[in-house]
């Protein structure tokens, strides 16, 4: 059975930096592409960023390029959002997501995590 579990969300004050874990299993890990996404009330989800499985390239959402960074550890099974400079507009729930392609559509990806909660204070 295929599980992502995220973890390391929590309530900062704006400018602070929280780091976001998503560990794989059930999966040939090194053959997928990993990516968060986020939902705040009301709005639609939102593609935050990638990375391959071939190359380990990475892609990001212009607002979080230069804050955020994205990696992975292919012998933890594991993949870590690093978010600095945090800013209320980034509060939501985050989501990790796995697929064989990598792209920047929710709907493009076939397994998801249950979800870690980001607030960010002003």
């Known amino acids: 059975q295929v599980q992502l579990v995220e973890s390391g969300g929590g309530l900062v004050q704006a400018g602070g930096s929280l780091r976001l874990f998503c560990a794989a299993s059930?999966?040939?890990?090194?053959?997928?592409?990993v990516a968060w996404f986020r939902q705040a009330p009301g709005k639609e989800r939102e593609f935050v960023a990638a990375?391959?499985?071939?190359?380990?390239?990475?892609y990001y959402l212009s607002s979080v390029k230069g804050r955020f960074t994205m990696s992975r550890d292919n012998n933890k099974n594991t993949v870590y959002l690093q978010m600095n400079s945090l800013k209320p507009e980034d509060t939501a729930v985050y989501y990790c997501?796995?697929?064989?392609?990598?792209?920047?559509?929710?709907?493009?990806?076939?397994?998801w995590g249950q979800g870690t909660q980001v607030t960010v204070s002003s």
């Open positions: 997501a796995a697929d064989r392609q990598t792209g920047t559509k929710a709907s493009g990806y076939v397994y």
């Open positions: 059930g999966l040939p890990f090194r053959s997928y592409a």
């Open positions: 990375i391959s499985w071939s190359t380990s390239n990475t």
